[in-house]
């Protein structure tokens, strides 16, 4: 653990009940031993995004059944997030569609993306897929999200997402 | 126009919600991050959709939140934005959103929902 400088690390329920206690003590364990004080904050952020986003993806189990792993740590003076947990084939293609596209744009670029799709999200209705989770994950990065697929199964994927502060 | 007062009390995953039109005050505060934020919206837009087009007089609304979840993010656009499409109501209006100074993350966001929106839109930054 300390080669890689993790700062906390959870395996288990991804359900919102269990991860909503779990915010203020990502909050303060990251913000404590960095010097930007909105650090912690962020990587709150970044994190129920990552969960709300990825678990929303994770129905292989039910509902009352999301299993995952996250780990977050420093490198240098960046925070790194890293999530990972099961999907089935609809929802790799879905989150590998965006992310690769995602992966190309720049900062700029992503500003505008968030833009249009806040603007077109008005007008779809509100089960609709917008993506605006990973883009805000995209936006608050400072370098391009990296992720992997590993096939277990049929319809059964393992997604790992990192992401860097 | 008479529109009863909506107050919603905040939980571990919602806002705190007030509008209330006799005391003239309007305020949602707190973090925001649940996963159905279209239903917690709901009542709030449909409060809006009806009390929008009859403005007449300074309309302050407060937003202070310290998290909110893209989905959040997407229905309090939509709420500023029926406030912003009534155009009588538009010159009346004034969003005020507070966030504290070193948050920078709900700095931007701020700004970002100001950039969307044709209102006036005040960032207040607190100690």
Redesign the interface.
């Known amino acids: 653990m300390q080669e890689r400088d993790m700062v906390m690390f959870y395996k288990g329920d991804f359900s919102q009940k269990s991860m909503l206690p779990m915010l203020d003590i990502v909050e303060y364990n990251v913000g404590s031993g960095v010097s930007a004080g909105s650090m912690g904050r962020k990587a709150g952020h970044v994190l129920i995004e990552l969960l709300q986003n990825v678990s929303k993806h994770s129905t292989l189990h039910g509902p009352e059944e999301k299993q995952g792993i996250f780990v977050i740590g420093r490198k240098g003076s960046r925070i790194y997030i890293e999530c990972g947990n099961l999907v089935s084939t609809a929802e790799r293609v879905f989150l590998e569609e965006k992310l690769e596209f995602l992966k190309g744009l720049s900062g700029e670029e992503l500003r505008e993306m968030h833009k249009a799709a806040m603007k077109a999200s008005l007008k779809f209705e509100s089960k609709h897929k917008s993506g605006l989770g990973l883009i805000e994950i995209a936006k608050a990065s400072s370098e391009p999200i990296e992720f992997l697929f590993q096939t277990h199964g049929p319809d059964l994927h393992f997604f790992g997402v990192h992401v860097i502060l | 126009m008479s529109a009863s007062t909506l107050y919603i009390p905040k939980t571990?995953?919602t806002p705190e919600v007030c509008f209330d039109p006799e005391k003239g005050l309007y305020s949602i505060r707190g973090r925001s991050?649940p996963?159905n934020a279209?239903q917690f919206y709901q009542p709030i837009l449909d409060w809006v959709k009806i009390f929008a087009p009859h403005i007449q007089s300074a309309f302050v609304l407060e937003l202070e939140l310290?998290?909110f979840?893209?989905?959040s993010?997407?229905f309090l656009?939509?709420l500023l934005?029926h406030l912003e499409s009534n155009a009588k109501a538009k010159n009346y209006v004034t969003i005020r959103w507070f966030c504290e100074a070193?948050?920078?993350?709900?700095l931007e966001k701020g700004e970002?929902l100001s950039?969307?929106l044709d209102l006036q839109f005040e960032i207040h930054r607190t100690s």
């Not at chain 2, 070193?102 to 709900?106: G, N, S, V």
């Open positions: 571990e995953e991050l996963e279209f310290d998290y979840n893209s989905s993010g997407r656009y939509e934005s070193e948050d920078e993350l709900m970002e950039q969307l």
